[in-house]
């Protein structure tokens, strides 16, 4: 299993670190037999895998009984999991409880937090000392759609630039092992990454970021109808099952399935009821 400091190693090597959402058994297991550096699960799992809107309707029980299931399946690769929506705002206190919660009941090696607000910094700040290594997430903060009014690049103006890299350093000063940039001009990402010691890790953020991240369904066309302009697709998921699941149902209505081949028998009929 990769550390942090490996981590951090890949970036002044300038070896790519490379990151895959994983929500459950089988998706993790796959990813870490592939060969992935990091699994993240994401509290994306709230969209794509059950049907949500944005991500902020997920709980810490979700993201607890997901992160339990990845880890089963993926026990030697570094995970990070997403604290939801509002269990780090209400006070560093309960914050702290909410991650403390969340890190031991799922033994993942990294708890990511969207922002960098005075009070997301002093949270990275306190997790550090307790001993939970932080992955920061700026851009496109998802649990933020309704402030940010939709799901857009952002950075786009000089000002909102300068916030980002300012916020970025923040981050990067408060303790956090990595930093995850989220739908962020390539050049931005670009001054932003050579800024920071610590490894960025990009989606929709350009090619110049330490590491890429992707959602798993997103990779494998699985589930997702509209793929937003940052993926790329190495299968059609949703195609092959579509024609495997018709297939299921056309063998069944024409007594195709089940043959003998899948069929148990009897070794006697006398074994048989009259
Ligand atoms: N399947 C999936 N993949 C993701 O990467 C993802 C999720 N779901 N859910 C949680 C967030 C939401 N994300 C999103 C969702 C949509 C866009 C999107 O449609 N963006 C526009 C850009 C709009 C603009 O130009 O400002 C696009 O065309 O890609 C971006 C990120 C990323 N995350
Ligand atoms: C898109 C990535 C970075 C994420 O936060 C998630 O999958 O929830
Ligand atoms: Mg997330």
Do not use: W
């Amino acid at each position: 299993m990769l550390t942090i400091l490996d981590l951090k190693k890949m970036k002044q090597n300038h070896e790519k670190i490379t990151m895959v959402t994983a929500y459950d058994y089988p998706s993790a297991k796959q990813a870490e037999q592939a060969g992935i550096d990091t699994i993240l699960v994401g509290d994306s799992l709230g969209m794509v895998v059950l049907g949500y809107d944005s991500t902020v309707q997920v709980t810490v029980e979700d993201m607890i009984h997901h992160g339990k299931a990845v880890k089963r399946g993926a026990p030697n690769t570094f995970a990070v999991v997403d604290m939801p929506f509002m269990s780090y705002h209400i006070s560093t206190e309960d914050s702290l409880r909410q991650a403390a919660k969340i890190f031991q009941e799922t033994n993942a090696q990294s708890l990511k937090i969207e922002g960098a607000s005075a009070g997301i910094i002093e949270f990275i700040q306190r997790l550090t000392e307790a001993g939970i290594p932080a992955i920061g997430h700026l851009g496109l903060t998802p649990q933020s759609v309704n402030v940010l009014g939709g799901f857009k690049v952002q950075g786009k103006d000089k000002a909102a630039a300068a916030k980002l890299l300012h916020d970025a350093k923040k981050v990067a000063a408060s303790g956090a092992v990595a930093l995850v940039l989220e739908c962020v001009p390539k050049e931005l990402a670009d001054i932003i990454t050579a800024s920071i010691d610590i490894p960025t890790i990009g989606i929709g953020a350009g090619s110049k970021c330490d590491g890429q991240v992707l959602v798993y369904h997103d990779i494998l066309k699985y589930g997702v109808d509209r793929l937003p302009r940052f993926v790329k697709p190495y299968s059609d998921v949703n195609q092959i099952g579509l024609e495997a699941i018709k297939g299921y149902i056309s063998d069944v209505k024409t007594q195709n399935f089940p043959s003998d081949e899948h069929s148990f028998f009897i070794k006697s009929k006398d074994l048989l009821p009259e």
